[in-house]
């Protein structure tokens, strides 16, 4: 009798497995959306990573590189010829018209 009842339980198993199959993932994991992804929040990404970064900014003025964080809180100014190079936001910081930037890397 032992025997008749695990075989139940089996068939039991592979009759729900029938009923109940997980559908199929709408999104590939292995290869995910550059776009989607960079919309998404940044704790919801496949791969956690921050949307701030550190760039050099060069003053439209004095052509003189600092570098400056891209959520900047306070307004930043050249070293040498004290224009204003960015404006804080809510978010990111806003850079004066004529700057020009480029991400740091590293």
Do not use: W
Not at 10 to 37: C, Q, S, W
Not at 64 to 85: K, N, P, R, Y
């Amino acid at each position: 009798e032992r025997g008749g009842e695990g075989r139940r339980k089996e068939e039991e198993g592979a009759a729900f497995a029938r009923r109940f199959t997980m559908p199929a993932l709408e999104t590939d994991l292995l290869h995910p959306d550059p776009v989607a992804e960079a919309r998404k929040h940044k704790l919801k990404r496949l791969v956690q990573s921050p949307n701030s970064f550190f760039m050099d900014v060069k003053c439209p003025g004095c052509v003189t590189i600092t570098t400056v964080f891209s959520h900047a809180q306070t307004v930043v100014m050249c070293g040498s010829c004290a224009q204003v190079l960015c404006t804080p936001t809510g978010g990111k910081a806003r850079l004066t018209f004529g700057c020009s930037y480029r991400k740091k890397m590293g």
